[in-house]
């Protein structure tokens, strides 16, 4: 199994920055997706970045120029450096880990325990 730790989370004012950090450790996969997802009050959780092993890297809208998702593979870990922050980027932030096949996702799929970021306006 995979055990994902989430950390950086914190209050910060509109405008603000912040790094989160999500550290994997267990089973390995050689093709995958990280991604980081939000969950704000009353709303359902939603994709804010996506990194694949091959590379690519997708944002969603409302974080585009603002967010930026990066990893370190010698430490099994990934960020999420937030930028420009805004109340509405206040949530539950969760970090997590797919593993995929030629043919797409394998059905591993693993979340870690979430860190809270609130943005105070």
């Known amino acids: 199994q995979v055990q994902l730790v989430e950390s950086g989370g914190g209050l910060v004012q509109a405008g603000g920055s912040l790094t989160l950090s999500c550290t994997a450790s267990?089973?390995?996969?050689?093709?995958?997706?990280m991604g980081w997802f939000r969950q704000a009050p009353g709303k359902e959780r939603e994709v804010v970045a996506s990194?694949?092993?091959?590379?690519?890297?997708a944002y969603a809208d409302s974080v585009k120029g603002r967010f930026t998702i990066s990893g370190d593979n010698t430490k099994n870990t990934v960020y999420l450096q937030m930028n420009s922050l805004k109340s509405e980027d206040t949530a539950v932030y969760y970090c997590?880990?797919?593993?995929?096949?030629?043919?797409?996702?394998?059905?591993?799929?693993?979340w870690g325990q979430g860190t809270q970021v609130t943005v105070s306006s």
């Open positions: 997590n880990l797919q593993g995929m096949g030629i043919r797409g996702p394998t059905g591993d799929d693993f």
């Open positions: 267990g089973r390995t996969f050689s093709r995958y997706t």
């Open positions: 990194m694949w092993s091959d590379g690519s890297i």
